[in-house]
T-cell receptor
Framework: DTGVSQDPRHKITKRGQNVTFRCDPISEHNRLYWYRQTLGQGPEFLTYFQNEAQLEKSRLLSDRFSAERPKGSFSTLEIQRTEQGDSAMYLC?????????????FGEGSWLTVV | AQTVTQSQPEMSVQEAETVTLSCTYDTSESDYYLFWYKQPPSRQMILVIRQEAYKQQNATENRFSVNFQKAAKSFSLKISDSQLGDAAMYFCAYRSGGQTGANNLFFGTGTRLTVIP
């Protein structure tokens, strides 16, 4: 199976600590997205990359959040000085960009609990 | 800004019966795509069906079909012959069809579907 993979699947951290999530997209997909999903809500867009370039960031992405995709393949999402409000599922997704309306495929998500 | 509304937080259906999940959206664009995603308890979002706004014909995927009413901005999902494995959270999503920009998905708040044996 060569779907979108995310690591770790679950992370419990103390408030104030830094956490990093990794996403490996489907290999031929050059667009990569990060979404956040809280309980009882639909996913909300955070940011996206086309190849290695981060082209758009949501207002939800505070200064404590940083995402990278250094070689246009895998991506990392780091949250610094975590707060309890950061507790959520962080979803990574990928798609091709040269076909308009192409499907976005999601990973299984990384669940963050800040205590 | 695009908004997606799912007015049914929860729905239930008897196994083998048919259920329809509702979705409305708001947009000023003419070129866009609509999707239904399924999120089982394992949490991975899985694409169920997609509809291009320029197509008049309603999309169908096996037991899943949509009723796309472009003028009314309505996009409902019909599940026929419901199975226990259909139990999940269902999200309606909108995506711009433009060639530029993120083309990211805007999601509704979801409908939790329970299938009763």
């Amino acid at each position: 199976d060569t779907g979108v993979s995310q690591d770790p699947r679950h992370k419990i951290t103390k408030r104030g600590q830094n956490v990093t999530f990794r996403c490996d997209p489907i290999s031929e997909h050059n667009r990569l997205y990060w979404y956040r999903q809280t309980l009882g809500q639909g996913p909300e867009f955070l940011t996206y990359f086309q190849n290695e370039a981060q082209l758009e960031k949501s207002r939800l992405l505070s200064d404590r959040f940083s995402a990278e995709r250094p070689k246009g393949s895998f991506s990392t999402l780091e949250i610094q000085r975590t707060e309890q409000g950061d507790s959520a599922m962080y979803l990574c997704a990928s798609s091709k960009s040269w076909i308009t309306g192409n499907t976005i495929y999601f990973g299984e998500g990384s669940w963050l609990t800040v205590v | 800004a695009q908004t997606v509304t799912q007015s049914q937080p929860e729905m239930s259906v008897q196994e083998a019966e048919t259920v329809t999940l509702s979705c409305t959206y708001d947009t000023s664009e003419s070129d866009y795509y609509l999707f239904w995603y399924k999120q089982p308890p394992s949490r991975q979002m899985i694409l169920v069906i997609r509809q291009e706004a320029y197509k008049q014909q309603n999309a169908t995927e096996n037991r899943f079909s949509v009723n796309f009413q472009k003028a009314a901005k309505s996009f409902s999902l019909k599940i026929s012959d419901s199975q226990l494995g259909d139990a999940a959270m269902y999200f309606c999503a909108y995506r711009s069809g433009g060639q530029t920009g993120a083309n990211n998905l805007f999601f509704g708040t979801g409908t939790r579907l329970t299938v009763i044996p």
